[in-house]
């Protein structure tokens, strides 16, 4: 199918969702290019989900029958312009940074205009409004420690939250399922451009061991603050393979494309640890659909 416009505007195009997934996996669906709020709650008037940088997502080999928004134009753009109405040295509160905004850019653009808060994050793979929804983080920053208020768009209508209106923790923002975080102020520390840098440098650091790899970052949430990867690698599972995806022997805790990796490949790895470790541990990975709701 060649793109069509939608009634307001929207580019609306079917197209291989593999194409958006850092797994490489993923059949067609229509997509949705968002630009502006008139055009999302187009979108959104049919069953939806809504696509971030997809380095989260394990998306079935026959795609999905929901429309897939992905928000681009105006809300991918960023405004990071001190606000002098709700800054306050050292603290500076930035205009609006879109839900479409790839994040690794915009921590390398803070770090240059010295502002401190969100570089524990660096090195992850999203959109702004991905990092959000799920407080993407490491052991030296999540998403919620930059945070001023977020904007969320739901058939509802649209509002405007801060951290603290949200029961938030470790890769959970409490935000609901296909509640769209469209864009979100940033609330930063004013530092030294060379300080930011090294602090992203030594975060950094720890991403040395993994995969280098198509996959889509951890499979599972670290139960109780324990590394999951160390549990699966405990039992025995690293370099398992079915098909062509491979539990990475860098790191038990990352799924690895090897080319020509299937969903189903996928899923029967996460079968074969969910089997093996005794510990009872929570998917990080989004599965599209839920198994079950085919
Ligand atoms: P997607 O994968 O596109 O979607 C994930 C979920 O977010 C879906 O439910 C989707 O519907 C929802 N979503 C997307 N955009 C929005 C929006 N605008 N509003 C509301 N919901 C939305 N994660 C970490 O936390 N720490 C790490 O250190 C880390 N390292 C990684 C390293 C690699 C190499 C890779 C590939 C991944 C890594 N990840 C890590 C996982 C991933 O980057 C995070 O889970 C990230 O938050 C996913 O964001 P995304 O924009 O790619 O979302
Ligand atoms: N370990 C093993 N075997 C493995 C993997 C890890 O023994 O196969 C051991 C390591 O040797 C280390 C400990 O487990 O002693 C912790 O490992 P690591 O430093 O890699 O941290 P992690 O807890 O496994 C977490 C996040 C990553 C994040 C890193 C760095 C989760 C689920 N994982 O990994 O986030 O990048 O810390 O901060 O919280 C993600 O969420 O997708 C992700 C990649």
Same mark, same amino acid.
């Given at each position: 199918?060649?793109?069509?416009?939608?009634?307001?505007?929207?580019?609306?195009?079917?197209?291989? =969702?593999?194409?958006?997934?850092? =797994?490489?996996?993923?059949?067609?669906? #229509?997509?949705?290019?968002?630009?502006?709020?008139?055009?999302?709650? #187009?979108?959104?008037?049919?069953?939806?989900?809504?696509?971030?940088?997809?380095?989260?997502?394990?998306?079935?080999?026959?795609?999905?029958?929901?429309?897939?928004?992905? *928000?681009?134009?105006?809300?991918?753009?960023?405004? *990071?312009?001190? +606000?002098?109405? *709700?800054?306050?040295?050292?603290?500076?509160?930035?205009?609006?940074?879109?839900?479409?905004?790839?994040?690794?850019?915009?921590?390398?653009?803070?770090?240059?205009?010295?502002?401190?808060?969100?570089?524990?994050?660096?090195?992850?793979?999203?959109?702004?409004?991905?990092?959000?929804?799920?407080? /993407?983080?490491?052991?030296?920053?999540?998403?919620?420690?930059?945070?001023?208020?977020?904007?969320?768009?739901?058939?509802?209508?649209?509002?405007?939250?801060?951290?603290? +209106?949200?029961?938030?923790?470790?890769?959970?923002?409490?935000? $609901?399922?296909?509640?769209?975080?469209?864009?979100?102020?940033?609330?930063?520390?004013?530092?030294?451009?060379? @300080?930011?840098?090294?602090?992203? +440098?030594?975060?950094?650091?720890?991403? !040395?061991?993994?995969?280098?790899? !198509?996959?889509?970052?951890?499979?599972?949430?670290?139960?109780?603050?324990?590394?999951?990867? !160390?549990?699966?690698? @405990?039992?025995?599972? !690293?370099?398992?393979?079915?098909?062509?995806?491979?539990?990475? $022997? @860098?790191?038990?805790?990352?799924?690895?494309?090897?080319?020509?990796?299937?969903?189903? +490949?996928?899923? /029967?790895?996460?079968?074969?640890?969910?089997?093996?470790?005794?510990?009872?541990?929570?998917?990080?990975?989004?599965?599209?659909?839920?198994?079950?709701?085919?």
């Amino acid at each position: 199918m060649t793109a069509l416009l939608s009634r307001t505007g929207a580019r609306v195009e079917r197209l291989p =969702l593999s194409r958006f997934t850092t =797994l490489g996996v993923g059949g067609e669906a #229509e997509v949705w290019f968002a630009e502006t709020h008139e055009q999302l709650r #187009e979108a959104m008037e049919q069953p939806y989900r809504i696509l971030g940088g997809g380095s989260n997502l394990v998306i079935a080999d026959e795609g999905v029958p929901e429309r897939v928004i992905r *928000l681009s134009g105006a809300l991918a753009e960023r405004d *990071l312009t001190p +606000d002098p109405h *709700l800054s306050e040295d050292p603290w500076v509160v930035t205009g609006w940074v879109g839900g479409g905004v790839p994040l690794p850019g915009l921590i390398r653009q803070l770090q240059k205009l010295g502002l401190s808060g969100l570089e524990g994050t660096v090195g992850i793979p999203a959109q702004v409004g991905g990092a959000v929804w799920m407080n /993407a983080g490491t052991r030296y920053g999540e998403m919620f420690d930059g945070l001023h208020t977020l904007e969320i768009v739901t058939p509802e209508g649209t509002r405007q939250v801060t951290p603290d +209106d949200l029961n938030w923790g470790y890769r959970d923002s409490g935000i $609901p399922r296909n509640h769209i975080v469209t864009r979100v102020r940033l609330k930063l520390r004013r530092a030294a451009p060379e @300080e930011v840098l090294a602090k992203m +440098d030594f975060a950094d650091q720890a991403r !040395k061991g993994q995969p280098k790899m !198509k996959t889509p970052g951890c499979a599972f949430k670290n139960p109780g603050g324990v590394s999951a990867g !160390k549990l699966i690698d @405990e039992a025995g599972l !690293k370099g398992s393979r079915v098909g062509n995806a491979l539990i990475a $022997p @860098e790191h038990a805790n990352f799924i690895v494309n090897l080319g020509g990796a299937t969903a189903a +490949d996928v899923h /029967a790895l996460l079968g074969l640890i969910r089997d093996r470790v005794p510990v009872p541990m929570e998917l990080e990975y989004e599965l599209w659909p839920a198994p079950g709701n085919a």
